[in-house]
């Protein structure tokens, strides 16, 4: 039984994921593959410097080739345009915040694997986010930080075109 939960993610995340994929399989893993054949033959490995670098490189790319295999395979595409209740904040939602400073927020509520907290790009399972989840504009939500409790009022709600 899986207990993680769904691994969300737009159809913008899911290509760019896709990209990285390829870029590894088809570009970096096969020129990488010629300079550790080339430094094979180089004699002995045990002190071949681009031999041993090569190898720890490539099991660097095939690891993170997994890693893009199974989170392409698990995601669950959704794509924001479609969302129906656009007066609430659900996934792909674009929310203008006000903290109790006055400081305004933008964030995006995406996938994790397209999460960039410097962007406003934020992970739907993120605090933020999950206190976000099925909020309307003039909502306060209290959100649990390291530093302390933080209340942020919803000033906008937006979704892409679709």
Excluded: C
């Amino acid at each position: 039984m899986n207990d993680r939960p769904p691994n969300y993610i737009t159809p913008a995340g899911l290509k760019a994921l896709r990209e990285r994929y390829d870029q590894l399989f088809a570009v970096d893993r096969p020129k990488l593959v010629e300079v550790i054949s080339w430094a094979a033959g180089n004699g002995d490995r045990s002190e071949n410097g681009d031999y041993i670098y090569g190898r720890k490189k490539l099991r660097e790319i095939d690891r993170e080739l997994g890693h893009l295999s199974r989170r392409m395979k698990a995601a669950k595409v959704v794509d924001p345009a479609t969302q129906a209740d656009r007066d609430r904040v659900w996934f792909g939602a674009t929310v203008t915040l006000v903290d109790e400073d006055d400081k305004e927020r933008i964030v995006t509520l995406i996938g994790e694997d397209e999460a960039d907290a410097g962007q406003g790009r934020i992970s739907w399972r993120s605090p933020l986010a999950r206190a976000l989840k099925g909020a309307t504009i003039g909502d306060v939500r209290r959100v649990e930080l390291p530093a302390g409790p933080k209340e942020w009022e919803v000033l906008t709600i937006s979704y892409p075109a679709g």
